[in-house]
């Protein structure tokens, strides 16, 4: 539909604003951005993620998003070591 605004167009949460050790993000359907603790699952009555109450917080404000179900993120490396540091083997 023209004029409708594509959700990427809308704003995104920046990863620099995550708190530590909250590592999802997404959005609901009315443009709500939360980021989660424990990884979130589609609402059963759609429209929205879920996750225990406490595990989310909200991150901002976008644009109603018709692609909701698609908007979830992982933070990029999620902590992880980086693939090169886990190859390398040990020097003693």
């Known amino acids: 539909m023209p004029g ?14 995550a708190p530590s050790g909250w590592n999802w993000t ?3 359907e009315d443009g709500r951005w939360y980021w989660y603790k424990t990884e ?6 759609g429209g929205i993620w879920r996750s225990n109450s406490r ?9 109603p998003n018709p692609l909701w179900y698609e908007s979830m993120h992982t933070r990029p490396n999620n902590g992880q070591a980086a693939e090169s540091d886990l ?5 003693a």
Not at 55 to 63: I, Y
Not at 87 to 91: F, I, Q
């Open 87 to 91: 190859a390398r083997p040990d020097s």
């Open 4 to 17: 409708t605004p594509h959700p990427s167009d809308s704003y995104t949460p920046d990863w620099s604003d």
């Open 55 to 63: 595990s989310q917080r909200l991150a901002g404000q976008g644009t």
């Open 26 to 28: 997404a959005q609901d």
């Open 40 to 45: 979130p699952v589609l609402g059963i009555g």
